[in-house]
Nanobody
Framework: QVQLVESGGGLVQPGGSLRLSCAAS????????MGWYRQAPGKQRQLVATITSGGLINYLDSVKGRFTISRDNGKNTVYLQMNSLKAEDTAVYYCNAEVVVGSREKPLVDFWGQGSQVTVSS
């Protein structure tokens, strides 16, 4: 029905930058909130940043001033620009989208990307 495909993860040195992208495709009528979550080994998944369809943004306190979330509604794509990366940012990053599938009367459904490994290490 709906697929979220992520790209852009990798290995970067402390202080470096990476940009994650997540494109949604399929039977999309509309997308509400989009966001990024991360899960480090042995830890619970945590919200990193979210953005509403109208552009309202929320960030995890520890990434404020370093990460920037944005979206292109025409392309059904959400981005996460990550600057000044730290070792503690190392995790698998997942994108999320709240999607109305098919037609207006359908309920909102959560979809997840496949996960992108981000490793910050010297």
């Amino acid at each position: 029905q709906v697929q979220l495909v992520e790209s852009g993860g990798g290995l970067v040195q402390p202080g470096g930058s990476l940009r994650l992208s997540c494109a949604a495709s399929g039977s999309i009528y509309s997308i509400y909130d989009m966001g990024w979550y991360r899960q480090a080994p042995g830890k619970q998944r945590q919200l990193v940043a979210t953005i509403t369809s109208g552009g309202l943004i929320n960030y995890l306190d520890s990434v404020k001033g370093r990460f920037t979330i944005s979206r292109d509604n025409g392309k059904n794509t959400v981005y996460l620009q990550m600057n000044s990366l730290k070792a503690e940012d190392t995790a698998v990053y997942y994108c999320n989208a709240e999607v109305v599938v098919g037609s207006r009367e359908k309920p909102l459904v959560d979809f997840w990307g496949q996960g992108s490994q981000v490793t910050v290490s010297s």
